[in-house]
């Protein structure tokens, strides 16, 4: 989402660098492809080291029975691809392909559709699938969801968030490594990439000029950090779900994201600011 001219902080701080917004997405692209090939490689690393790649008995068993059927012997590049299918026509739609433009709603029903296609399963059963998940994602992940964003309130009405951005904004040299490390932690614990940039770029990024730095720039480093805050935080929303699918508890997911995330934000920092 950081390369999406759709995302929301890219629009923000293109905005207040009075600039393109697809200038900006072409002046922090590089260093979000040098995050993205850290991340890729670095969990790719702790996941090995951790044996992930194989799983026990157990395991197997568990999956096995969750999803209702035996272990997956041959790959399907069809299936494989099913779940992409809505991003694949949402940024074809916003970017390159005008008549395929639509709401994320429709896009999903057509990645249903392209999946019963692909499935060749019995639609009557399908139609049950699909909005079992739809409840379950709601019963088993909102619930959650909701709790974090009620402790990420409470930590904004403590007053924790906001002495902390009164502090970068007080200190220029604080506020230059704050432009990293500043967004990634807030998001760690707040859950939210998306509070902790906005909090940021708000406050302090407006004024990247008067400690001797361009707006662009410092805005650029929030949002990229912001997202790497957020996959290292147990109560990130996405986190959560993907935890919930792999049946394990969010903190064995942080397990594999946090190490990569920190090298990534300190690789940020030094290449950026």
Same mark, same amino acid.
């Given at each position: 989402?950081?390369?999406?001219?759709?995302?929301?902080?890219?629009?923000?701080?293109?905005?207040?660098?009075?600039?393109?917004?697809?200038?900006?997405?072409?002046?922090?692209?590089?260093?979000?492809?040098?995050?993205?090939?850290?991340?890729?490689?670095?969990?790719?690393?702790?996941?090995?080291?951790?044996?992930?790649?194989?799983?026990?008995?157990?395991?197997?068993?568990?999956?096995?029975?969750?999803?209702?059927?035996?272990?997956?012997?041959?790959?399907?590049?069809?299936?494989?691809?099913?779940?992409?299918?809505?991003?694949?026509?949402?940024?074809?739609?916003?970017?390159?392909?005008?008549?395929?433009?639509?709401?994320?709603?429709?896009?999903?029903?057509?990645?249903?559709?392209?999946?019963?296609?692909?499935?060749?399963?019995?639609?009557?059963?399908?139609?049950?699938?699909?909005?079992?998940?739809?409840?379950?994602?709601?019963?088993?992940?909102?619930?959650?969801?909701?709790?974090?964003?009620?402790?990420?309130?409470?930590?904004?009405?403590?007053?924790?968030?906001?002495? =902390?951005?009164?502090?970068?904004?007080?200190?220029?040299? %604080? @506020?230059?490594?704050? /432009? #990293? &490390? +500043?967004?990634?932690?807030?998001?760690?614990?707040?859950?939210?990439?998306?509070?902790?940039?906005?909090?940021?770029?708000?406050?302090?990024?407006?004024?990247?000029?008067? =400690?001797?730095?361009?707006?662009?720039?410092?805005?650029? %480093? @929030?949002?990229?950090? /912001? #997202? &790497? +805050?957020?996959?290292?935080?147990?109560?990130?929303?996405?986190?959560?779900?993907?935890?919930?699918?792999?049946?394990?508890?969010?903190?064995?997911?942080?397990?594999?994201?946090?190490?990569?995330?920190?090298?990534?934000?300190?690789? %940020? @920092?030094?290449?950026?600011?």
């Amino acid at each position: 989402s950081i390369l999406s001219p759709g995302m929301s902080h890219n629009n923000f701080v293109a905005g207040i660098s009075k600039m393109n917004v697809m200038d900006l997405i072409s002046l922090h692209t590089p260093f979000s492809l040098i995050m993205m090939g850290i991340g890729l490689v670095g969990i790719t690393i702790v996941c090995l080291v951790l044996r992930d790649n194989k799983p026990t008995a157990e395991e197997l068993a568990a999956y096995s029975a969750k999803e209702g059927g035996a272990p997956i012997e041959k790959i399907n590049f069809l299936k494989a691809l099913a779940p992409l299918v809505p991003l694949i026509i949402l940024v074809l739609g916003n970017k390159y392909v005008p008549v395929l433009k639509m709401g994320v709603a429709q896009a999903m029903v057509l990645g249903a559709i392209f999946t019963l296609l692909v499935s060749w399963c019995d639609p009557q059963k399908f139609s049950k699938e699909f909005f079992r998940g739809m409840g379950n994602g709601y019963g088993d992940v909102m619930g959650i969801i909701i709790a974090a964003g009620v402790f990420a309130a409470g930590l904004r009405s403590a007053g924790l968030i906001d002495a =902390f951005v009164t502090a970068l904004k007080a200190s220029n040299e %604080l @506020a230059r490594w704050g /432009g #990293s &490390l +500043g967004p990634f932690v807030l998001a760690v614990i707040t859950g939210s990439g998306d509070a902790a940039t906005f909090a940021f770029n708000e406050a302090v990024t407006p004024h990247a000029l008067d =400690f001797g730095m361009q707006v662009p720039n410092l805005g650029s %480093l @929030a949002l990229i950090s /912001g #997202s &790497l +805050g957020r996959t290292m935080s147990p109560i990130a929303g996405v986190v959560i779900l993907i935890s919930g699918l792999a049946m394990v508890p969010p903190i064995q997911l942080v397990k594999r994201t946090a190490i990569p995330m920190i090298v990534g934000v300190i690789t %940020l @920092a030094l290449i950026m600011v």
